[in-house]
Every structure is written in structure tokens, then in C-alpha cells.
């Protein structure tokens, strides 16, 4: 009996130090480098969290799309984030949209959630067959984050003996435990449409939290949250009648917080309304993403994996993440071929 007493707490102090072990290391990184958005890898999924000037960049009347991401799956209560997004297209020069996201994480019941609505003006065309186009978009919406103190431990709740007691009471009050605040965002997207080119250029900048909303889960209560600076740019290349190849690069900005991330995509055209896309990416310094999806006539589904290369997943046991994705497009009745490109699905 006393073995399985030994055994059962030397298991959990050795997951308490593990999770905090690895809470310490995120914390000091996030004090370091600053605060960073929640990220994806199959980030061209959600348009709203890329660029608010890809809204309507797809060839149809509108497009639903799902993303989920698991971080961290062997701790306890691992990162989760689901993201939807709706966009519709006009005959107007005018692209609406929608996007809802969620982030979860920690045993402590924190949630990070976006809501915001997008347009895009894509007046803006040129060349002899006005295929080369820009296009401006802006967002607007609400940030908001929660915990919840009931699911929380604190450190004089800990007895080095007995271990965690949940019915002693802690002396840590916390005075907030939930924040909202109005964001705004906005961004460009250039591409080459012109059909029949063996090379298709597409490339965007966007800031986000323009309106630098205030941090009330900071030291002081009036930090604020930083902008966040977004490149991207990709080609796509026609190497045949059936396949394509679609290098692409992302770089993030936010606070003193970096990411870079490089890769490509392969598309076969296996049947008509069916393409095969096979790929990865790289995040430098943190993963490398595989990724593999299906077209079947409106609707596209992704996977993807990271496998972690930095010394955070090494801390964590080799903790990696996933992600699935799903998207369907409402087609018009005449479709437009030339700007199918502009959508990159990975």
C-alpha cells in the first residue's frame, strides 16, 4: 500500500513539475520575446487571421471554413483552437466576412476568443486584362479574455509532504478574471491572375490590433497588446495540364516575438473535381509542418502535423501538434477559372 502511496505521488509531482516546468518556459518566453496571437499552420484555412484583404479571395459566391489546432496534446490541458469564418463575394467591387476564434489552454480555464467582421475593396485592377489586381481590406471586432480561479491551484495550496490539498483556501486574490476590448485590423493583397501563365505571383501585408487594445492581464492593468506585422507571399507554378507547385513564405512580427516559416505544395489533378495536395512548411526554429489534403468538387480537407524541433518540445517530452481543416465553397453558376489560384490552401 505504501509502494502504490510512493509511487502514485512521485507520478504526480513528477506531471505537476513537467507542466510547470513547461508553463515557466512559456512564461518567460512570452516576457521576453512578447505576446503572440495564436498561430496555424494551414494558415491560408483561415483568411481572417492572415490577411482581411484575402476576404472573398476565392473563385464562388461564398466559402465556409473550420480550422482546428491541438498544441501540446500529453499535458493536461493542452492548447486548443477551433476557428470559423464565413466570406461572401459581390459583383460590386465589395467582399464581406465573418471569422470567430477560440484558444484554450492550461488547467486554469483560459480562453483567448476573437470576433470580427471583415470587408475588402477589390476595385482596383490593371494590366491589359485587368488580371493583375489589389486588393485593401480592413476588420473590426472584439477580443476577449477569461479564466476561471475555481479550476486554478496556487503555490500555498501545496504541502511538500501530502502534496496538493484542493480544500485549503489560497491568499492570492485575484482582482480581474475576464477583459474585453474593441480591435481593429487592416490589410493589402496584390496578385496576378492573367490565365494561362505558367507563374502566378500573389503577396500581402497586413497589421493587426491597430487600435492597440489594452493588456488588463498585465502587471500594471494598462499594458498594451502589441500590432502585429504579417508577410506573406507564395507562386504558383503550372508544370502541366494535371499539376502545379505553390512554394510559399510567412513572416510574423509581434512585440519583439518573431516567426518565420517556409514551404510548399503540390497539386495533382486526379479526376475531374478531384485534386490531390501534398506539402509541407517550416517553422524556424520551432517545426516541421507535413501536410496533405483532398478537393472533392466544393470542398476542400486538410492535416497536417507538426513535429516539434525546438528545445520547448524536447522539455515536453516530444509534444507535438495537428490540425485539420475543412472549407466548402458555394460556386457560381459561371465559373471564372482565372482567379482560382488566388486561394492557396496550405
Not at 113 to 139: C, D, H
Not at 177 to 185: I, K, L, N, P, Y
Not at 221 to 247: C, E, Q, W, Y
Request: aromatic share 14%; net charge positive.
Amino acid at each position: 500500500m505504501r509502494e502504490t502511496f510512493l509511487h502514485t505521488k512521485t507520478t504526480t509531482m513528477r506531471n505537476f513539475f513537467k507542466a510547470s516546468c513547461l508553463l515557466l518556459t512559456m512564461c518567460v518566453a512570452g516576457a521576453v520575446k512578447g505576446q503572440v496571437d495564436p498561430h496555424f499552420s494551414q494558415y491560408y484555412v483561415y483568411p481572417a487571421w492572415l490577411n482581411p484583404a484575402l476576404t472573398g479571395a476565392f473563385d464562388g459566391e461564398y466559402r465556409v471554413s473550420g480550422v482546428y489546432r491541438n498544441q501540446w496534446g500529453n499535458i493536461s490541458s493542452p492548447f486548443s483552437t477551433p476557428g470559423v469564418s464565413l466570406d461572401f463575394t459581390t459583383d460590386k467591387n465589395i467582399n464581406f466576412g465573418g471569422s470567430v476564434l477560440r484558444q484554450t489552454a492550461g488547467n486554469g480555464g483560459y480562453s483567448y476568443m476573437t470576433a470580427y467582421g471583415n470587408v475588402a475593396y477589390t476595385g482596383a485592377r490593371f494590366g491589359p486584362n485587368q488580371t493583375k489586381r489589389l486588393v485593401f481590406g480592413i476588420q473590426a471586432g472584439m477580443i476577449q479574455r477569461r479564466f476561471d480561479r475555481s479550476k486554478m491551484t496556487f503555490g500555498d495550496q501545496w504541502n511538500p509532504i501530502t502534496g496538493y490539498n484542493p480544500n485549503s483556501s489560497s491568499m492570492d486574490n485575484l482582482s480581474r478574471t475576464s477583459a474585453s476590448a474593441f480591435d481593429a485590423g487592416a490589410g493589402v493583397m496584390y496578385f496576378d491572375a492573367e490565365p494561362g501563365k505558367k507563374s502566378n505571383l500573389f503577396l500581402g501585408f497586413s497589421v493587426s490590433h491597430l487600435t492597440r487594445p489594452e493588456d488588463k492581464f498585465s502587471g500594471t492593468g494598462d499594458a498594451k497588446i502589441p500590432m502585429r506585422f504579417t508577410g506573406h507571399a507564395g507562386m504558383r507554378f503550372t508544370l502541366s495540364d494535371v499539376f502545379s507547385l505553390t512554394p510559399n513564405i510567412l513572416y510574423l512580427k509581434q512585440g519583439s516575438a518573431q516567426e518565420k516559416m517556409v514551404g510548399a505544395y503540390a497539386t495533382y489533378k486526379a479526376a475531374p473535381g478531384v485534386d490531390v495536395m501534398l506539402g509541407a512548411n517550416y517553422r524556424f526554429e520551432d517545426a516541421v509542418s507535413p501536410f496533405l489534403g483532398f478537393t472533392y468538387k466544393n470542398m476542400v480537407i486538410g492535416a497536417s502535423y507538426d513535429v516539434n524541433t525546438s528545445d520547448l518540445g524536447k522539455l515536453a517530452n516530444g509534444s507535438n501538434s495537428f490540425e485539420i481543416s475543412l472549407s466548402f465553397i458555394g460556386k457560381k453558376a459561371t465559373k471564372t477559372p482565372e482567379i482560382e489560384f488566388v486561394c492557396p490552401r496550405l
